[in-house]
């Protein structure tokens, strides 16, 4: 494999690893996930991804939203997903002139093994899963993508955002302690 192609982006990157890729230049990003609910950390990976460039997002289909969780939990559908990741997206894209697109996730590595991207966003605990992409695109002959590693976000419990803490009404999408809660923002139907 060559070069690890890894950049460390957050709170606790030094200053040499948070130099990563040029901004300036224009770079087709990707990144892929469940994001059901959308929340803090997501959003941290999605700026990051636009600060970058133009933005592919992978969404889990249905059938591998389960198989890519380490807690057994219920998952929204993916047409409620992507309606909700598509809202945050298109806000995101807005601030900084990018476009995006959402595509189905039907297998972990996805999207990221196809040409035409220069970076994989990932976060601290996907590092290994953006290397076994490099390995998958260099076994295609193609070049590795840049792993842009985006720090998580804590709660205000010290522990790290997630869905799944987000669904098990601990916290809400921003971290905020919620007890007796869904985590989720009401719905308007």
């Known amino acids: 494999m060559q070069g690890e192609n890894l950049v460390v982006y957050g709170e606790d990157a030094t200053e040499a690893t948070k130099t990563g890729p040029p901004v300036t230049m224009f770079m087709k990003v990707v990144l892929g996930g469940t994001f059901d609910p959308v929340h803090d950390g997501h959003r941290a990976l999605f700026e990051r991804a636009f600060e970058l460039g133009d933005v592919t997002v992978g969404l889990t289909s249905d059938e591998l939203a389960p198989k890519t969780r380490s807690v057994d939990r219920f998952v929204r559908s993916f ?17 900084h002139d990018r476009e ?21 966003i990932v976060s601290p605990e996907t590092v290994d899963g953006g290397k076994l992409v490099n390995k998958e695109r260099e076994e295609k002959g193609l070049e ?36 007796d809660s869904d985590g989720r923002a009401p719905t308007s139907e």
């Open 79 to 95: 047409d409620e997903r992507k309606r909700d990741l598509e809202a945050e997206l298109a806000r995101l894209a807005g601030e």
């Open 100 to 120: 995006f697109t959402v595509r189905e996730l039907t297998e972990p590595t996805g999207i990221a093994t196809e040409p035409g991207f220069d970076v994989l």
């Open 144 to 179: 590795p993508l840049e792993l842009e590693v985006v720090d998580h976000l804590y709660a205000d419990d010290g522990d790290i955002i997630s869905s799944t803490r987000i669904v098990a009404g601990e916290i809400d999408e921003h971290g905020n302690l919620t007890p």
